[in-house]
């Protein structure tokens, strides 16, 4: 399967500001904001950084560069600035104007409030447990997540999160009940459904992954399960129906290496070979060196 998109908190203080006065700490927090919003990272590195010279207590702060550096690859670095931002708050909780900001697989944003001490430290414990899932560290992930759900026991993020641990940790059974956990306090959302029906498909359940995947589909075409689904359809010999499903995902992201090898791969069980050589060459001009085994082998 594609690489599980995960969950994370950016906190925000909303007001209009103005460049042409000095900028305060929560000038910097906003502006690095704006700039992480539009995927400059670096740049709001940059701002969250000044924020944090002007006031080195200023948990916001470390929370968003924490996120940024996710972003980049810096897992590590961001590790310890949600540590620092989790005692910050831990130790020092202010009630500010801030509203929890999660991140959704297409960059766009949910805004829900973050109106305590316990839901703003339960998301910081979110976003570290998924600092661990992205350095591979799920045993790490899964008790932080345990404390945040502990502290906010209706995020359906935080469950979800825990089904990414539990999956990548082989414990599929674990998965499908925390998807389902989440579901249940979000009945809309897709993300929840397209890990359960993966989960499911791992156990060959593949009924159920299937109708995870279609509802999944029908909440969100935008971020779809197509690859997934096709491949349920390969599995159960259902060439067409795999196909179809591929032609969207690859409609949707024309650069997906794994749709095109694996559309490749039920042309050539319809004897469509010089489609299917097409498809893994594709595949490996955008990076998937194995398809060019394949080529090797079947494409003479």
Known sequence: M?????FFLLIVIPSVYNYTFSQTAEDYLKNGTIKFRNG??????????????????????????????????????????????LKLYSTNFKSTYTSGVFINPNNSLNFTQAADKNTTIASVYNNIGNSMNLAGEYILAVEHLNKSIELDPNNSNAYLNRSISFYYSGDFIKAIKDCSKAIKLNPNFPKAYIIRGVAEDRLKDYKNAVKDFDIAIQLSPEIGSYNERGLIKYTLNDYYGAIQDYNKEIELKPKDSIAYNNRGLSRYFLNDIKGACFDWNRAGELGYIQAYDLIKEYCK
């Open 2 to 6: 594609q690489k599980i998109v995960t």
């Open 40 to 85: 400059d990272f670096h740049g709001a590195i940059e701002l969250y950084n000044k924020a944090i010279k002007l006031d080195s207590n200023y948990a916001d702060a470390y929370n968003n560069r924490a996120l940024s550096k996710n972003e980049i690859g810096d897992v590590k670095g961001a590790i310890k600035d949600f540590y620092r931002a």
